[in-house]
């Protein structure tokens, strides 16, 4: 894909995926521009695929945008894909071509946390991999009218102009003291604060070094997934804190969108290990006293456990995260507990998901 192509991009995008838009958005293509263009990391050899008819106009793309892995030891440029589109017969076409070039055997590493289910099975028969545990959310209910009613107002906008939010209050007020169990009980002695991004970085570094393939999260590559994902603003305010034992020894660290007194999306969780437990309890604390209504996060194999401790808490199938890669150790860590990925090293805070 070409600076030039991202007129006709963002048209067909939102002729494939909104399909009740009656014209496309005057900022989309200038926002695929920043995502699959502007990153420290982008080289045309690990960015977008667009294929062309016989009359040369665009009729199947596959977006990406790369972000850096430490695979075993070794630097990885990932391909993160992030739209799957094609339109009319030809762009069938188009499309089975674009997936045969990104089959396993020609991949060095490209995933997604969000896959139909039919490009799901173009992915396992291109020799990939669908990842159960990663393709669910976990969704975590602290005040129960008032996460009702911010459901209802993304899903019918004339709600958001309807003073309801003291009604939600009252009866939350209610249910709280019926039902104590919504609220969220941290360990004795566990503590939080906020800290800075660079702060999370420095200690996410140190706790990633459990997992055999991770992100790198270099300066620059970091500094532009933070500036890519503010600008999502639908989310609330990206925000992180460090979690300290009773013993006052940093054990854990989280990052966040947050919304005032609606829904938290928690990007990225890390902690040393046999932590999880005490990690995981204190997130859900934090963002109740900091008085979300409810919170929301992908699901993680190394804190599985942790998370089904919880109660009025769901998981939620929304995507499928797949992988394709052709490096047998690679493959071996997606599969046991050697991996990690999602959060900002995924699309998860990309407008695309949420607006446009």
């Known amino acids: 894909m070409e600076r030039s192509d991202l007129p006709a991009i963002a048209d067909l ?5 909104r399909k009740n838009n009656q014209a496309t958005d005057s900022q989309l293509a200038g926002y695929l521009e920043t995502v699959f263009f502007s990153s420290p990391l982008y080289t045309p050899d690990v960015g977008s695929l667009v294929h062309l008819n016989e009359t040369s106009t665009i009729d199947s793309a596959i977006l990406a945008m790369p972000v850096e892995f430490i695979v075993h030891g070794r630097p990885v440029t990932a391909r993160v894909l992030c739209a799957f589109m094609a339109e009319g017969k030809s762009g069938a076409a188009g499309a089975a071509r674009l997936a045969r070039m990104l089959r396993a055997a020609r991949q060095d590493f490209c995933f997604t946390d969000n896959a139909s289910p039919v490009s799901a099975d173009h992915w396992v028969a291109g020799g990939g991999l669908v990842l159960p545990v990663q393709s669910l959310e976990w969704h975590r209910t602290f005040r129960p009218a008032a996460a009702a009613l911010d459901m209802a107002r993304r899903r019918v906008k004339l709600l958001a102009k309807l003073p309801l939010q003291g009604l939600a209050r009252i009866a939350d007020r209610f249910v709280r003291r019926s039902r104590t169990s919504f609220a969220a009980a941290p360990q004795d002695g566990v503590t939080s604060t906020p800290i800075s991004l660079p702060q999370l970085m420095e200690q996410a570094q140190v706790m990633m070094e459990r997992f055999s393939v991770h992100p ?12 890519a994902a503010k600008l ?47 990690v995981v309890a204190q ?38 995260f797949c992988l394709v890669t052709r490096h047998a150790d690679l493959k071996e860590a997606a599969i046991g507990d050697g991996f990690y990925a999602g959060g900002l090293a995924s699309e998860s805070w990309s407008r695309l998901l949420h607006d446009f």
């Open 13 to 17: 995008f939102t002729r494939t995926f």
């Open 216 to 227: 790198v999260f270099s300066k620059p590559e970091f500094d532009w997934l933070v500036a």
């Open 232 to 278: 999502n603003t639908s989310l609330g305010e990206l925000q992180c804190r460090s979690i300290t034992d009773a013993q006052g020894k940093i054990i854990g660290c989280y990052l966040y969108f947050g919304a005032d007194g609606r829904n938290a999306v928690v990007m990225n969780v890390f902690c040393h290990e046999r932590q999880e437990a005490l």
């Open 283 to 320: 997130i859900f604390a934090d963002l109740d006293n900091l008085g979300y209504a409810s919170a929301q996060g992908m699901a993680q194999p190394f804190l599985t456990q942790a998370v089904l401790r919880q109660r009025h808490l769901v998981h939620k199938h929304t995507g499928y």
